[in-house]
């Protein structure tokens, strides 16, 4: 019910830019997390989105290189990742939550903690 796709293979500093697609859900009525997860690590949550007030979060690691948004039209919620780096090679996943806070779900590292999660897409940023 939940898609990430727009990963690949990206060069330092460049841009993606990741679309999480809902069928069967509207995700205005969720919050919205960004994670990933690299190799031999836990799982990190990188960004979230609001259900409430649209207000955003992202880890220190990303903050001012990523930028969340939704397109409720298309109910879609993308991330945008501007300035990428090599450490931002993973697996990224999106999940949606109808009654967790992005307080709560920015330190999930599990599938439990989260109402639907999408299938991951792949980024990898190497020169």
């Known amino acids: 019910q939940l898609q990430a796709s727009g990963g690949g293979l990206a060069q330092p500093g460049d841009s993606l830019r990741l679309s999480c697609a809902a069928s069967?859900?509207?995700?205005?009525?969720?919050?919205i997390g960004w994670f990933r997860q690299a190799p031999g690590k836990e799982r990190e949550g990188v960004s979230c989105i609001s259900r409430s007030d649209g207000r955003t979060y992202y880890a220190d690691s990303v903050k001012g290189r990523f930028t969340i948004s939704r397109d409720s039209a298309k109910n879609t919620v993308s991330l945008q990742m501007n300035r990428l780096k090599a450490e931002d090679t993973a697996v990224y996943y999106c999940?949606?939550?109808?009654?967790?806070?992005?307080?709560?779900?920015?330190?999930?590292?599990?599938?439990?903690?989260?109402?639907?999660w999408g299938e991951g897409t792949q980024v990898t940023v190497s020169s």
């Open positions: 999940a949606a939550d109808s009654v967790l806070t992005c307080d709560t779900i920015m330190v999930i590292t599990t599938k439990a903690g989260m109402d639907y």
């Open positions: 069967g859900l509207i995700l205005d009525a969720y919050a």
